[in-house]
Structures are given as C-alpha cells and as structure tokens.
C-alpha cells in the first residue's frame, strides 16, 4: 500500500469532508438532515473546540474523520468515511488513531461514537481500538444510529 498521510482540516479540504461520506451514506443508507447540516458546515466543528483529520495518499484526500466536541470533557468521533477505492487498507486504524491521541490531547474523559448495527467491518475496528457498546443514553440526532459505543481501552483485551 501507498503511504497514507494525515492533515487537519484546511478550508480547501470541506468539499471532500462531504463528499467522503455522502458516498457511503448514499450507497447504505440516507443523507438525513442533520448530515447535510454537520457536512456542510465543517469549520463550525473546529469552531467548537473539535477536529476534522484527512487521510491522503499522493495528495490525494481518500478518507477523514471528525472528533466534536460537546463541551466539557466529551467529544464524538464522528463522520468517519474512506472512499471506496482505499478501503480495508488500514486507513480507518489511521484515522482513528489520530483521532484518539486528539482526544487525550484535548483532556478528553468521554469519546463516544454512533453507528448502525449492520456496519460489522467498522463496529470490529472500533472495538479493536477500545470501543465498547453501550445502551444509548439518549436520543439520537440521526435515525439510522441504533449502536452507541465509548471509548473504555481498559475494559478490552484487544489493544493495537
């Protein structure tokens, strides 16, 4: 595999936070609302104390993911996506990796992600990095989100 490189979100990058995953939203599922709103607005995540990180290989932007944060110590690892093409080559590990060391930069005591049942291949990655599923403590913004998980490293036996 190429080598794959990792930026913070520049301005120049907003149009592929939103193309990357209304890719994979489109082809699973359905855009909902509040996608088109989070996806057309990236600054305001960075605005808010969070982080969009880019995955490229060649120059090329192949995948990103989103830390927001929810003020105090909680933070979302949201809007994970890696076009097709780039896929199970461990860019996903890469991003979340990145997005982790954010998290306990920024102080972090909560990184909660939402998901869907069905997306197996994501939900093992995000054990594989200390993710635990959890009951959902609340309601959720986004319809298809019916799998919560938290960042608990300790509580697995799988550490990359």
Same mark, same amino acid.
């Given at each position: 595999?190429?080598?794959?490189?990792?930026?913070?979100?520049?301005?120049?990058?907003?149009?592929?936070?939103?193309?990357?995953?209304?890719?994979?939203?489109?082809?699973?599922?359905?855009?909902?609302?509040?996608?088109?709103?989070?996806?057309?607005?990236?600054?305001?995540?960075?605005?808010?104390?969070?982080?969009?990180?880019?995955?490229?290989?060649?120059?090329?932007?192949?995948?990103?993911?989103?830390?927001?944060?929810?003020?105090?110590?909680?933070?979302?690892?949201?809007?994970?996506?890696?076009?097709?093409?780039?896929?199970?080559?461990?860019?996903?590990?890469?991003?979340?990796?990145?997005?982790?060391?954010?998290?306990?930069?920024?102080?972090?005591?909560?990184?909660?992600?939402?998901?869907?049942?069905?997306?197996?291949?994501?939900?093992?990655?995000?054990?594989?990095?200390?993710?635990?599923?959890?009951?959902?403590?609340?309601?959720?913004?986004?319809?298809?989100?019916?799998? @919560?998980?938290? @960042?608990?490293?300790?509580?697995?036996?799988?550490?990359?």
């Amino acid at each position: 595999m190429k080598k794959v490189t990792t930026k913070k979100h520049k301005p120049e990058f907003s149009p592929y936070f939103k193309s990357l995953n209304i890719e994979w939203l489109e082809q699973l599922f359905v855009v909902e609302p509040i996608d088109e709103q989070v996806l057309s607005n990236p600054q305001e995540i960075i605005n808010s104390g969070g982080e969009i990180i880019y995955a490229l290989v060649d120059k090329q932007v192949v995948g990103c993911v989103a830390l927001k944060h929810h003020g105090q110590t909680v933070f979302e690892l949201t809007k994970m996506a890696v076009t097709a093409d780039y896929q199970a080559q461990g860019i996903g590990a890469i991003l979340i990796d990145k997005c982790i060391k954010k998290f306990k930069q920024l102080n972090g005591n909560k990184l909660y992600l939402e998901s869907h049942s069905s997306l197996k291949p994501a939900i093992k990655l995000y054990q594989r990095w200390g993710f635990v599923a959890l009951p959902h403590p609340f309601t959720s913004e986004y319809q298809r989100s019916d799998f @919560y998980m938290e @960042y608990l490293p300790h509580s697995t036996m799988l550490q990359e």
